[in-house]
């Protein structure tokens, strides 16, 4: 099983950053998938989720109206949307699959500075 996070990086507030999620070795269009994220110091968050179809998501308050989360099952594909990027968003990004069993990335680091 893996989970291969890629897509972050160095960004101005106001950017944008586009993650990818990309699994494999498990059934993914049986999992609902989420991204986590956690700062230094901080507890991990729940960012973002989306039902095993696509049919459903749900979002921290913090980034409502700024980021979105997709899936496309044909590809084994979670992305997380991210726009009007803050200095608060910084943080190391994590997928997680949520179903039979749950399922961590190795994360990816997404820096917003000036």
């Known amino acids: 099983v893996q989970l291969v996070e890629s897509g972050g990086g160095l960004v101005q507030p106001g950017g944008s950053l586009r993650l990818s999620c990309l699994a494999s070795?498990?059934?993914?269009?049986?999992?609902?998938m989420t991204w986590y994220r956690q700062a230094p110091g901080k507890e991990r968050e729940l960012v973002a989720g989306?039902?095993?179809?696509?049919?459903?998501?749900n979002y921290a308050d913090s980034v409502k109206g700024r980021f979105t989360i997709s899936r496309d099952n044909a590809k084994n594909t979670v992305t997380l949307q991210m726009n009007s990027l803050k200095p608060e968003d910084t943080a190391v990004y994590y997928c997680?699959?949520?179903?039979?069993?749950?399922?961590w990335g190795q994360g990816t680091q997404v820096t917003v500075s000036s």
């Open positions: 989306i039902s095993s179809t696509g049919g459903s998501t």
């Open positions: 070795g498990f059934r993914f269009s049986s999992y609902f």
């Open positions: 997680r699959a949520v179903g039979a069993r749950n399922y």
